[in-house]
């Protein structure tokens, strides 16, 4: 397969169990783009937490939702934006906070898959609605004209 690789959008409902469908086709985009295995599978886990928290959260475990993810290319970034029409996030919700390794009694449910995400992409911008529905976009720097690290 020859020439540039195309934007591309697919969109599922929030049924968790369409979650592999999402990775299957993000997988496959990073992989045409040439980017490393480690690198590949930390970036599809971190799509899959937002994508998660469309599901948990916008939509409050609903299945009659929408979930939207779009890829995009330009000549600097690898762009991943996902999309809900749910319930907007609370901003305090999207605020970077670095991982830190917690002691074993510190540790409880929400909030780590943010602090991933922000962790795996070079910048992160959340968007929740003013009413209804949340955008977060997570960019990655291109490292060669193909747009991956092409070592596997």
């Given at each position: 397969m020859?020439?540039?690789?195309?934007?591309?959008?697919?969109?599922?409902?929030?049924?968790?169990?369409?979650?592999?469908?999402?990775?299957?086709?993000?997988?496959?985009?990073?992989?045409?783009?040439g980017?490393?295995?480690?690198?590949?599978?930390?970036?599809?886990?971190?799509?899959?937490?937002?994508?998660?928290?469309?599901?948990?959260?916008?939509?409050?475990?609903?299945?009659?939702?929408?979930?939207?993810?779009?890829?995009?290319?330009?000549?600097?970034?690898?762009?991943?934006?996902?999309?809900?029409?749910?319930?907007p996030?609370?901003?305090?919700?999207?605020?970077?906070?670095?991982?830190?390794?917690?002691?074993?009694?510190?540790?409880?449910p929400?909030?780590?898959?943010?602090?991933?995400i922000?962790?795996?992409?070079?910048?992160?911008?959340?968007?929740?609605?003013?009413?209804?529905?949340?955008?977060?976009?997570?960019?990655?720097?291109?490292?060669?004209?193909?747009?991956?690290?092409?070592?596997?």
């Amino acid at each position: 397969m020859t020439g540039p690789i195309g934007d591309l959008s697919v969109q599922t409902t929030s049924d968790p169990r369409l979650l592999g469908v999402i990775r299957g086709v993000l997988q496959v985009w990073l992989e045409i783009l040439g980017l490393a295995g480690e690198r590949r599978s930390e970036v599809v886990l971190a799509v899959d937490e937002a994508c998660s928290n469309c599901i948990r959260h916008a939509y409050e475990g609903r299945l009659d939702g929408l979930v939207e993810m779009e890829l995009s290319l330009t000549d600097e970034w690898i762009e991943i934006t996902v999309k809900d029409r749910g319930k907007p996030c609370p901003p305090e919700c999207t605020a970077y906070r670095p991982l830190e390794r917690p002691e074993a009694d510190e540790v409880s449910p929400g909030g780590l898959g943010v602090k991933l995400i922000h962790e795996v992409f070079d910048e992160v911008r959340f968007c929740p609605g003013s009413s209804q529905g949340n955008c977060v976009t997570m960019r990655l720097r291109r490292r060669g004209k193909d747009g991956g690290d092409s070592e596997d």
